[in-house]
């Protein structure tokens, strides 16, 4: 059984939804989820973290309530009227409000719209920016425009939707990488501009959460496994994607079923009707062995849109909500695009986390065993370390963090089924064939916020036809460089450094409104060859997601 039209399966997906929330009359916690973004989750991931805590960190974006058993999220926004929180009125009844910030005293007729069971929170998105590249003389400017409105109905359903749109002119290596992908990096489709390229993605879900143990979500997104600034498994490296989200928690384990829909859109103009659809589902399995040890479990499975007939549609064999795919994928005689993973992370002494990750595309344990290089030993690993309130200094936080993906990794035979969506990696923005450290170094007291980071990366890259295995967007069955005797960055070695000091001043937490100004400096040295960019920027901006300039 196949649907063969995604409107199918969003409307199957909704219906399932809703006569859930027919069915069930219990009133448990909020449905709403908050925000991927680095600096609006900073504002509680250090108590998120604490070893005696037992949240699941490593499966983002999180549920308002989950996170609310940890901690008052409404007080570490300054006991501000928080978009994603709900408060009841005396009256038991819940209404409109408009973010402000410090307000602790609010009136019901000045603040709300007032409606039985219905409260609706509005905010607009903005971003206005500029900045000057010293390296080449370029100014750089760009402004987006949008609006969120979120809606919850009784303590159990919410429903979010944001749209935005963008002009913007980007500094020459991000210029070129948009006109090799015709993306803007996690922000849509790129139209040419006089300015530079003009862009507009959206965003939204339907929430429902029956009782303590389900949750179930319907959206426009993107989703995140694991604990550190990357994610080898899932990351949010790319532009938004419709997705079914189960969610179930049951004693110390939570178990997350994702099912999405994905595109490729290289010569589509930008155009839905030309986009090459196909499909992934993930499934991840976070266990808290102890209050310090909690261990992840994952696996994907990506699917191409049309097989040899022209018609395949959503595979309903991989609705299969159990863990593991592969006997699934061999009893299907499938040739789809597997991958299995491990997420660990050990927190310890209260302020300190150790992460790390494992992702295995394919291998062969005798070849692996022969160190031969072998060019199907596909694989990578991530290790890192979080310190919160360093050397006993309250928001001083230290981030370190060590990826490294072999040759070859995510890539397929079919070109239609690589781990990508919107021709962006939907792990690591740098795709395969390399290893990289990055550090964060963050001070954050009340609505002040400085951070400086370094990340240095090796990158291998092909050139004048070669495959070394560092293109994931290039099918494996292209003439490889070599079968054996493959090693991290082959290729063409692209050396990257990139340093950046930001200070940012937070006008409006619920909404990452903030007013920010930095200086950043990347140095590439590639076939004998050294290239900079320093960047002076100042910028006001609402931010709720975030993105990936640092490739």
């Given at each position: 059984m196949?649907?063969?039209?995604?409107a199918?399966?969003?409307?199957v997906a909704f219906?399932l939804?809703l006569?859930?929330?027919?069915?069930?009359?219990n009133?448990?916690g909020q449905?709403?989820y908050?925000?991927?973004?680095r600096?609006l989750?900073?504002?509680?991931?250090?108590e998120?973290n604490?070893n005696d805590?037992?949240?699941h960190?490593?499966?983002?974006p999180?549920?308002?309530?989950?996170?609310?058993e940890?901690i008052?999220i409404?007080s570490?926004?300054?006991?501000?009227r928080?978009?994603?929180?709900y408060?009841e009125?005396?009256?038991?009844?819940?209404?409109?409000?408009?973010?402000a910030r410090?307000?602790k005293?609010?009136?019901g007729s000045?603040?709300?719209?007032?409606?039985?069971n219905?409260?609706?929170?509005?905010?607009?998105?903005?971003?206005v920016?500029g900045?000057?590249d010293?390296?080449?003389?370029?100014?750089?400017?760009?402004?987006?425009?949008g609006?969120?409105?979120?809606?919850g109905?009784?303590?159990?359903l919410a429903?979010?939707?944001s749209?935005?749109?963008?002009?913007s002119?980007?500094?020459?290596?991000?210029?070129?990488?948009i006109?090799?992908?015709?993306?803007v990096?996690?922000?849509?489709?790129?139209?040419c501009s006089k300015e530079?390229?003009?862009?507009s993605?959206?965003a939204g879900y339907?929430?429902?959460?029956p009782?303590?143990?389900?949750n179930?979500q319907?959206?426009q997104g993107?989703?995140?496994?694991?604990n550190g600034?990357?994610?080898l498994?899932?990351s949010?490296?790319?532009?938004?994607?419709?997705?079914?989200?189960?969610s179930t928690?049951i004693?110390k384990?939570k178990?997350?079923?994702l099912y999405?829909?994905?595109?490729?859109?290289?010569g589509?103009?930008?155009i839905?009707?030309?986009?090459?659809r196909?499909?992934?589902t993930?499934h991840y399995?976070s266990?808290?062995i102890t209050k310090g040890?909690?261990i992840g479990?994952?696996e994907s499975i990506?699917?191409?849109g049309?097989?040899?007939?022209g018609t395949?549609?959503y595979?309903?064999n991989?609705?299969?909500?159990?863990?593991?795919y592969?006997?699934v994928?061999?009893?299907?005689?499938?040739?789809?695009?597997?991958?299995?993973g491990?997420?660990l992370?050990?927190?310890?002494l209260?302020?300190?986390q150790l992460?790390g990750?494992?992702?295995l595309?394919e291998?062969?344990?005798?070849?692996l065993r022969a160190?031969?290089g072998w060019?199907?030993?596909?694989?990578?690993?991530?290790?890192g370390?979080?310190?919160y309130?360093l050397?006993?200094?309250?928001?001083l936080s230290?981030?370190?963090e060590?990826n490294y993906v072999r040759?070859?990794?995510y890539?397929?035979?079919l070109?239609?089924?690589?781990y990508?969506h919107?021709?962006?990696?939907?792990?690591?923005?740098?795709g395969a064939?390399?290893?990289?450290?990055?550090?964060?170094?963050?001070?954050?007291?009340?609505?002040?916020?400085?951070?400086?980071k370094f990340?240095y990366?090796?990158?291998?890259?092909?050139?004048?036809?070669?495959?070394?295995?560092?293109d994931?967007?290039?099918?494996?069955q292209?003439?490889?460089s070599?079968e054996?005797e493959?090693?991290i960055?082959?290729?063409?070695?692209?050396?990257?450094?990139?340093?950046?000091?930001r200070?940012?001043?937070i006008?409006l937490p619920?909404?990452?409104l903030?007013?920010?100004a930095?200086?950043?400096?990347?140095?590439?040295?590639a076939?004998g060859?050294?290239?900079?960019?320093?960047?002076?920027?100042?910028?006001?901006?609402?931010?709720?997601?975030?993105?990936?300039?640092?490739?």
């Amino acid at each position: 059984m196949r649907f063969n039209h995604p409107a199918k399966f969003g409307i199957v997906a909704f219906c399932l939804i809703l006569c859930n929330v027919i069915a069930s009359n219990n009133c448990y916690g909020q449905a709403t989820y908050l925000p991927l973004n680095r600096d609006l989750n900073g504002f509680f991931d250090a108590e998120l973290n604490r070893n005696d805590f037992t949240a699941h960190s490593a499966i983002r974006p999180y549920l308002y309530a989950e996170v609310n058993e940890v901690i008052d999220i409404d007080s570490v926004f300054y006991r501000a009227r928080s978009l994603y929180s709900y408060v009841e009125l005396d009256s038991g009844k819940y209404g409109i409000v408009f973010p402000a910030r410090h307000r602790k005293e609010y009136n019901g007729s000045a603040d709300m719209w007032d409606s039985r069971n219905i409260r609706i929170v509005a905010g607009p998105l903005l971003s206005v920016n500029g900045g000057y590249d010293v390296a080449s003389s370029k100014t750089i400017s760009g402004s987006s425009l949008g609006a969120i409105i979120t809606a919850g109905f009784g303590k159990k359903l919410a429903v979010s939707g944001s749209w935005q749109t963008g002009n913007s002119a980007f500094l020459p290596y991000v210029d070129a990488a948009i006109s090799t992908s015709e993306v803007v990096p996690g922000r849509g489709y790129a139209h040419c501009s006089k300015e530079g390229y003009f862009y507009s993605n959206y965003a939204g879900y339907i929430s429902y959460s029956p009782d303590e143990i389900f949750n179930f979500q319907l959206g426009q997104g993107k989703n995140f496994f694991g604990n550190g600034y990357r994610s080898l498994l899932l990351s949010d490296n790319t532009n938004n994607y419709p997705y079914l989200k189960i969610s179930t928690k049951i004693w110390k384990l939570k178990y997350v079923n994702l099912y999405t829909i994905m595109n490729d859109v290289h010569g589509s103009g930008g155009i839905p009707t030309r986009f090459t659809r196909k499909y992934a589902t993930f499934h991840y399995l976070s266990w808290n062995i102890t209050k310090g040890i909690s261990i992840g479990l994952f696996e994907s499975i990506v699917w191409q849109g049309k097989d040899s007939s022209g018609t395949r549609g959503y595979d309903v064999n991989y609705l299969n909500p159990i863990i593991f795919y592969r006997p699934v994928e061999f009893a299907q005689g499938s040739s789809d695009n597997a991958l299995i993973g491990l997420n660990l992370s050990i927190r310890f002494l209260k302020n300190q986390q150790l992460y790390g990750q494992l992702i295995l595309d394919e291998f062969l344990l005798r070849e692996l065993r022969a160190q031969s290089g072998w060019w199907a030993n596909k694989h990578g690993f991530q290790l890192g370390l979080k310190s919160y309130n360093l050397f006993k200094v309250k928001g001083l936080s230290l981030q370190t963090e060590f990826n490294y993906v072999r040759p070859f990794t995510y890539s397929h035979g079919l070109y239609s089924q690589n781990y990508s969506h919107f021709n962006q990696a939907l792990a690591h923005p740098l795709g395969a064939n390399f290893y990289e450290s990055v550090s964060f170094l963050k001070y954050q007291q009340g609505s002040f916020l400085v951070e400086g980071k370094f990340s240095y990366a090796l990158k291998g890259k092909d050139s004048n036809g070669s495959n070394w295995g560092g293109d994931i967007f290039l099918d494996y069955q292209t003439v490889r460089s070599r079968e054996f005797e493959n090693e991290i960055a082959q290729g063409d070695q692209n050396h990257i450094s990139y340093i950046d000091l930001r200070f940012a001043y937070i006008l409006l937490p619920e909404l990452n409104l903030r007013l920010e100004a930095g200086i950043s400096n990347r140095l590439l040295r590639a076939q004998g060859i050294t290239t900079q960019v320093n960047f002076i920027y100042l910028g006001l901006s609402t931010s709720l997601s975030n993105v990936y300039h640092d490739f």
